[in-house]
């Protein structure tokens, strides 16, 4: 709000529209000035609703989180997945040994989700009553934490609230200012495209994340990437303007990953995709962090 806003410190980075983007001396991570209230945002997204493309990591996302979430006897863990979409994620963990619930204000893609046999939540995340949904092992949170008011609050909340001890988080946020864009923007001449106001109110890389999820008092477990598509534009494709070449940039992308997965060498994909953030790049930013004993 703009109490808090005349608390905190910037440093001045750039401006679009009028609008600044600011790096947060409070924050620790890029967001846009002034803030809009949740009214605003609240009808943004009622008149200018977007339809979304699912992760296309979601067997690597699972079998991490599998593998750092553990059983005793006969007891059923639990998983959250904030920002459920129709459900594809959380269907991928069986019924048996895990309960799933799911939060997606969409109707359409909530009851989806709920023929999957998901407990939904059809709220926006503001407006949820974090102490009815109980405690998880693990919580996916996939490209939300860009476009609330509050990502410090609500990792807080999760870990003070949501997470078990031990349990998981998996965070996904675009990449953005990452050096191939700003590449892009000096060979090219154009405009910084990833800027979307308001649909996008913070901006992160993976130190801000990983300083934001330390600073919340996660522990990182493991950090990793998706394709860098803005390589496509460095060679040549630029799709950022022209939706045909987006749509062929990411069919060569799916080529790329089905040909790895074909010649059985998905654990060399995932090697690759998790030495590109030591150089920040890297389409998204994908941090998994475990809340300690």
């Given amino acids: 709000n703009n109490n808090t806003q005349k608390l905190h410190t910037y440093g001045y980075f750039i401006e679009k529209n009028g609008v600044k983007i600011v790096e947060c001396k409070i924050c620790k991570y890029k967001h846009i000035l002034p803030l809009p209230t949740k009214e605003e945002l609240e009808k943004f997204y009622k008149n200018n609703y977007q339809e979304s493309t699912p992760s296309p990591n979601f067997e ?6 599998f593998k750092n979430t553990s059983l005793s006897g006969n007891q059923q863990k639990r998983i959250l997945d904030i920002g ?3 459900g594809d994620f959380l269907d991928l963990f069986p019924s048996e040994t895990w309960s799933k619930v799911g939060i997606e204000p969409n109707p359409q893609k909530a009851a989806m989700a709920e023929k999957k046999g998901i407990k939904v939540y059809k709220q926006v995340l503001e407006k949820i009553d974090f102490n009815q949904l109980g405690k998880f092992n693990a919580i996916n949170l996939s490209f939300i934490l860009e476009h609330i008011l509050n990502p ?8 003070r609230q949501l997470l078990y001890s031990k349990g998981i988080i998996c965070v ?3 990449n953005e200012f990452n050096p191939l864009q700003e590449a892009i923007i000096t060979s090219l001449k154009l405009e910084r495209w990833w800027i979307s106001i308001p649909d996008h109110i913070n901006y992160f890389n993976f130190n801000t994340l990983r300083r934001l999820l330390k600073a919340t008092g996660f522990e990182i477990v493991l950090e990793e990437t998706s394709f860098p598509m803005e390589l ?6 630029n799709y950022i303007k022209n939706s045909a070449i987006g749509k062929k940039a990411h069919q060569q992308r799916l080529e790329f990953e089905t040909n790895l997965l074909t010649a059985g060498m998905n654990d060399f994909k995932r090697k690759f995709y998790q030495l590109l953030p030591k150089l920040n790049i890297g389409r998204s930013v994908i941090i998994y962090a475990k809340k300690p004993k």
């Avoid at 410090?152 to 870990?159: A, D, F, P, T």
């Avoid at 496509?232 to 494709?237: I, K, R, T």
């Fill in 152 to 159: 410090k609050e609500i990792l807080e909340i999760i870990y």
């Fill in 84 to 86: 459920c979409w129709g």
């Fill in 60 to 65: 690597d996302k699972k079998e991490t989180i």
């Fill in 172 to 174: 996904e946020v675009p």
């Fill in 232 to 237: 496509f534009v460095l060679m040549g494709e």
